[in-house]
């Protein structure tokens, strides 16, 4: 029986070591066939309004009828969605991305969560080619935004060090050949110690990135064109007009939805409740800041509990939109899950970050200059991981009068209609309009 993993997951392998995911599926008999089909639904829904956001989520229709209804009406939803941002794709094609990527999270959390509603051989094959092209989606946007995020942080830092290097023009050190990142200008030179070595460790950043991302690039145009995708654009397209649904699913939607959204909520309290929120909730944690500067495995340790909760924080949030209509506290379960949703992912942004700048420190025969500036923007993204942790933990502690309804758990204990305490906002270093699908 095939592994089952949650959708958007920590891989098991290690970072950059080049998992093509799980095996691909033989196609079926017919495939050529089954793929003109999936090319005519396509071409079907270019006559519907084009999105241009977010896939979001989808209503899940009035309270009352079956589960199994509810549950169809959510995955037409999704794959309509799907299928519309594969139309846009040759027009808008990092827009249409991002409406895959979000569509097929959803498909698969909702799968997931709701997996005794559904065929389970049918459900647990798609979410493993859905997990697999959403990684494969997710990689070039990351490395983009990864690339700008730490080029600003080195500006703000350069400029820190340096009051007036701020209007010099950069100095050419030859270290690392290349153009400037298109969006974000590249640290100035000043006569500091950070601002000597910031121009060549923004470089070399470039470097490492821009390869990474075009690898990401091609591995992407692969993967669309490959016969795996065409295969998966075949099941979405079925998934458009009917669901596999099993005789569970012929009970009411107010009784048997809740029960199943509630098991992801409280897999989530769990998660969150093994979490050191008390160290978390100091404005500054030290310990953790300085054990994340020793070895990478002590980094990896420490951000993969919170990743995890990331993923089934996100799961929580689909499942409540399956629900949404039938719970009367949703909406409010849903806006605090949002706002954990954005603290996450700023934590997710820093602690990748960081880790990016580790391994250009490792690069062999760097100047002490650039070490020196490496280690300066390494050690601001930690803090900007901490930051997140700060802020995560106000909203979610009990303590904090941030409470969330929901299932017993880390937010349950809290006064109903309390107010959510001070929340800080987002670090300087942080990606604005952060992605929470």
Known sequence: MAQQQLPDSPPLTPAGSGDPGPPAAAPAPGGTTGTRTAQARTQQSRTAAAPTADAGPAPAGPPGGTAGGTLARYLHDQATAFLRALSLRGEHEGDADELLRASARRIGGVLHIYAPLTDPVWAESLRAELGWLATTLAREPQYTARLARLLEALRRLSAAADPDAGGKAPADTGDVPGPPAPAVPPPPAGSGPLALGAARAGALLERQLTLARTRAHSATLQAMGSSRFHALADNIAVLASEVPLTAAAEGPAATVLPPLAAQADRRLADAAGALPLLRAAHPYNAEAVQAALGTELTADLQDSPWHQVRVLLRLSRYAAEVCRGIDPDGEAAAQRLAEAAVLLARHREAAECAAAVAAAARTPRIAPAT??????????????????????????????????????????????????????????????????E
């Not at 070490?371 to 803090?383: E, F, K, N, S, T």
């Not at 991981?385 to 502690?397: G, T």
């Open 371 to 436: 070490a020196y500036a490496l280690g300066v923007l390494h050690a601001d993204q930690r803090h900007e991981v901490e930051a997140a942790r700060f802020a995560f933990s106000r909203l979610w502690q009990p303590g904090s009068g941030a409470s969330r309804p929901g299932p017993p758990g880390p937010a349950a204990s809290a006064a109903p209609g309390s107010a959510p305490g001070p929340v800080p906002g987002p670090g300087p270093n942080s990606v604005p309009g952060a992605r929470t």
